[in-house]
């Protein structure tokens, strides 16, 4: 039931914003010169597929956790990005397409195995990514691997159309979260 909302989401948001993204996708060319970012990331079933966001980092930045990456590497219009969330708007196009969902487990690097093995042995992997979830709400990050893992898990247990809604909303209006940048 909820990819019949993420589709319907996804298709209207992106329509309804593109202005937005035309905009957000012009600034970031004279900010970067290269607005969209694509970042192989570990999909359902440990497949991988490519994240779309818009970039916040110069292009030279490392590929690494953004827990782990410095932030001289964040741009300015980057960080506006990432304070207002609009960086991860393309990802509403990851979500129409099917990679991802809404509400799930936010996709992570091939290269933190730490956490893969956590998600992995909790079953984490058997639904799609998601833009937010149980952990972004509750201010965990990719930082703490086994706790991550163990609310990922956790939402997957609880998840159901309200508290799908319910993730989606607190998100909207503040509560979710993301990782943290080192200075």
């Given at each position: 039931?909820?990819?019949?909302?993420?589709?319907?989401?996804?298709?209207?948001?992106?329509?309804?914003?593109?202005?937005?993204?035309?905009?957000?996708?012009?600034?970031?060319?004279?900010?970067?010169?290269?607005?969209?970012?694509?970042?192989?990331?570990?999909?359902?079933?440990?497949?991988?597929?490519?994240?779309?966001?818009?970039?916040?980092?110069h292009t030279n930045a490392p590929s690494v956790a953004t827990h782990l990456a410095n932030a001289r590497s964040i741009t300015p219009f980057g960080s506006f990005l990432r304070k207002?969330k609009l960086d991860e708007l393309p990802q509403l196009w990851n979500v129409l397409i099917g990679d991802m969902s809404l509400v799930g487990p936010r996709p992570n690097l091939f290269?933190?195995?730490?956490?893969?093995?956590?998600?992995?042995?909790?079953?984490?992997?058997?639904?799609?990514?998601?833009?937010?979830?149980?952990?972004?709400?509750?201010?965990?990050?990719?930082?703490?691997?086994?706790?991550?893992?163990?609310?990922?898990?956790?939402?997957?247990?609880?998840?159901?159309?309200?508290?799908?809604?319910?993730?989606?909303?607190?998100?909207?209006?503040?509560?979710?979260?993301?990782?943290?940048?080192?200075?």
């Open positions: 039931m909820t990819r019949i909302f993420d589709i319907l989401f996804s298709f209207f948001g992106l329509f309804l914003l593109s202005p937005v993204l035309v905009v957000l996708v012009v600034i970031g060319y004279f900010d970067t010169g290269s607005p969209i970012l694509r970042q192989e990331r570990v999909g359902k079933d440990k497949k991988p597929f490519r994240l779309m966001k818009f970039r916040s980092m207002s290269n933190q195995e730490e956490l893969i093995q956590e998600r992995d042995s909790r079953g984490v992997y058997s639904v799609r990514p998601g833009i937010t979830g149980l952990a972004q709400i509750n201010k965990i990050d990719m930082s703490t691997p086994q706790l991550l893992a163990e609310k990922d898990a956790k939402m997957i247990q609880i998840l159901n159309i309200l508290n799908y809604f319910k993730y989606i909303f607190l998100t909207i209006f503040g509560k979710g979260f993301g990782d943290r940048i080192k200075n």
